[in-house]
């Protein structure tokens, strides 16, 4: 089990790494053109500690079988963009970044147990 929970988490770090590059270089265009994306480069690291506090707790809820947790982890990790995206005015959290998200959370949450195929478990709290 431990070799698995760590290839899946190698996996999620880099679907992060997309998700927040996709952030940053959208912010960048934006400014060469003058115009402000809405979020800040602090904004965009605060979502990255969201992201991986999501990932450290579903990774030890997988490694204890405890769905109880893993279900705690999705909730407060989707509660926890709403927030955050509502103070960057809604524009922190894209199309692209939406998919990336779900598809992170989605499938972290698996590894743990939750959710059957094709089910998505954020869209009782998400914003997004």
């Keep these: ?29 934006l400014a060469q053109d003058g115009v402000d994306a809405g979020y800040s480069v602090q904004q965009i690291d605060e ?16 490694e204890r079988g405890d769905s109880a947790a893993a ?8 509660l926890s963009l709403n927030a955050l995206n509502a103070r960057c005015g809604h524009s922190l959290i894209e199309t692209d970044q939406r998919e990336g998200l779900c598809e992170l959370i989605l499938g972290a949450a698996a590894m743990a147990g939750l959710g059957a195929q094709g089910e998505d478990i954020t869209e009782e709290w998400r914003e997004w």
Aim: hydrophobic share 40%; proline share 0%.
């Design 1 to 29: 089990m431990e070799d698995k929970v760590q290839v899946e988490t190698n996996n999620y770090v880099e679907l992060k790494s997309e998700i927040l590059d996709g952030m940053r270089s959208y912010r960048e265009d």
């Design 47 to 62: 979502c990255e500690g969201i992201i991986d506090r999501f990932l450290e707790t579903m990774s030890a809820a997988a």
């Design 71 to 78: 279900h705690g982890a999705v909730k407060d990790a989707v």
